[in-house]
């Protein structure tokens, strides 16, 4: 659908429009399809994550080479948390070779990492903005030191609160308790979302009734709703319910969807309007190199 007629939708179809759009594009691209795989120009240009996070390249890689071999071992939670800090799959090649997801040794990360930065390699995803908060330290030895390895040394504790673990809100809340993993939470909510499909949080009550959030989807549920884009949000809880049960019930064919497809489909969908409305730029344009 060309940009023109999308503007004629009104905001919830709009939304729903992205989603299936979007999926689409993944599916047509999966097929073989040459380019363009969308009449959309917004979508032809810039570049937006799947509706589906399982679906994400870097996600794709950790659920074949982690988090699958590692879903019914405790060690799943520290290799979770420890690679979600980097979500760069260059670094979690590195980390796996040296067998540091699931037997972290602070001195020797941080020599791994700084030998791939003093080869001109990326170690950090550039999807997260990820900062050392004003400390001195190098980035790398800020995130190794300062946030992963609190994690790696109250492991045992951590590991005996999990088996209490029924909802993804009590996990949430247990990591957002480690430096760089509080504050808004997006970092727990990461790890989170990973921990949703093994043993630890497969059988979550919560899945289809709580997310975390950020400021995004806060923005997105603002447009469907015609609000002030910086309105507080605070029914978000009761809104992004009621959405849930509308994008299944007007999308029966797509995959499964759960709390947080809605939560990260409306921050897309920010991004979405952002663009087509010519308010503020978009960092990220598309070559339809991804293979999301």
């Not at 800090?85 to 602070?106: C, E, H, K, R």
């Not at 400390?135 to 005996?160: A, F, G, H, M």
């Not at 709580?210 to 507080?232: E, F, I, M």
Request: glycine share 6%; aromatic share 10%.
């Amino acid at each position: 659908m060309k940009v023109v007629e999308v503007a004629k939708l009104p905001p919830v179809e709009r939304f729903l429009y992205w989603i299936r759009e979007r999926h689409a594009i993944y599916q047509r691209r999966k097929a073989g399809r040459p380019k363009p795989w969308t009449d959309d120009e917004v979508l032809q240009r810039y570049f937006f994550t799947n509706p589906y996070r399982e679906h994400d390249k870097t996600t794709v890689w950790f659920r074949e080479n982690v988090r699958e071999p590692l879903r019914d071992d405790p060690e799943v939670l520290f290799a979770t948390v420890c690679f979600r800090w980097f979500n760069y799959i260059p670094t979690g090649q590195v980390l796996v070779a040296n067998n540091l997801l699931v037997d972290w040794d602070l001195e020797h990360a941080v020599r791994c990492l700084n030998t791939m930065k003093s080869e001109g390699m990326q170690v950090f995803t550039g999807a997260f903005n990820i900062s050392n908060s004003g400390s001195t330290k190098s980035k790398v030895e800020r995130v190794c030191q300062d946030y992963i390895q609190p994690v790696w040394s109250d492991l045992s504790n951590l590991l005996s609160d999990a088996k209490r673990w029924t909802t993804l809100r009590q996990a949430h809340q247990r990591l957002k308790g480690y430096l760089g993993l509080g504050g808004s939470g997006f970092m727990a909510y990461e790890a989170v979302c990973d921990l949703r499909y093994t043993a630890l949080l497969e059988h979550a009550k919560d899945k289809l009734t709580w997310s975390n959030p950020g400021p995004g989807a806060k923005r997105g549920l603002n447009r469907l709703l015609g609000r002030d884009l910086n309105h507080t949000c605070r029914d978000y809880p009761d809104h992004s319910l009621a959405l849930l049960a509308t994008t299944k019930a007007k999308l029966p064919k797509l995959p499964s969807l759960e709390m947080r497809e809605i939560e990260h489909s409306l921050c897309e969908f920010d991004k979405y309007e952002r663009a087509r409305l010519g308010n503020g730029h978009l960092k990220r344009r598309y070559s339809g190199a991804g293979n999301s």
